[in-house]
């Protein structure tokens, strides 16, 4: 996996800055999707399901750092990832009075640079809807392999990145 690379990266620069890091796998988690049932809005944000997200939602509510990994499918974020931050919905209004920086972790075969933009677009869409700062974004064009992304320049970026929190 590609991007774990730039992601194992990141937490290693955290760590050795002195952060806290707390790592959710959404790909193997039980995470229903959002049915727009808005259970949340009567219920004092609690959401009408009861699975993986209870694992989330105390990191997701204290964190000050959120970092979205993904690899890119068809253009965008992975449906896990997007299906996770669906269920940040029924948390919205808690997420947008709360600062946070919301970084981006990213690879992709393509080498063309439009690859990317709707995930872009999505990252700056979200830091804009919460509040939250941009810390910024590493994205890995031309990665194919866990080679491609050894040898991108990537791997550093993301460990500076994180040095920078
Ligand atoms: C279902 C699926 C959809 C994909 N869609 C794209 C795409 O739209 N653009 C792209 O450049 N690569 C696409 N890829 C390739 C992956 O983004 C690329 O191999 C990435 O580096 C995988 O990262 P990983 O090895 O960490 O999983 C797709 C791969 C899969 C399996």
């Known amino acids: 996996m590609g991007v774990t690379i730039e992601r194992d990266a990141f937490c290693a620069g955290a760590k050795e800055g002195g952060h806290e890091v707390v790592r959710f796998a959404t790909a193997k988690l039980n995470v229903h999707p959002c049915i727009g049932c808005y259970y949340c809005r009567e219920n004092d944000g609690r959401c009408i399901y009861d699975d993986d997200m209870s694992q989330i939602y105390p990191h ?86 866990r080679k491609d992304v050894e040898n991108s320049e990537c791997k550093k970026m993301a460990k500076n990145l994180a040095a920078q929190l």
Not at 72 to 97: C, E, H, M, P, W
Not at 107 to 136: F, I, P, R, S, V
């Open 60 to 145: 997701l509510l204290t964190a000050d750092v959120i970092v979205l990994v993904t690899p890119v499918y068809y253009f965008n974020i992975t449906a896990q990832l997007k299906g996770t931050i669906d269920r940040f919905f029924s948390v919205n209004s808690v997420l947008r009075d709360n600062p946070k920086k919301l970084f981006l972790i990213a690879a992709c075969t393509d080498k063309d640079k439009w690859a990317m933009d709707a995930l872009k677009a999505n990252y700056y869409a979200m830091c804009h809807y919460l509040h939250w700062q941009e810390g910024g974004m590493v994205l890995a064009f031309g990665a194919s392999t």
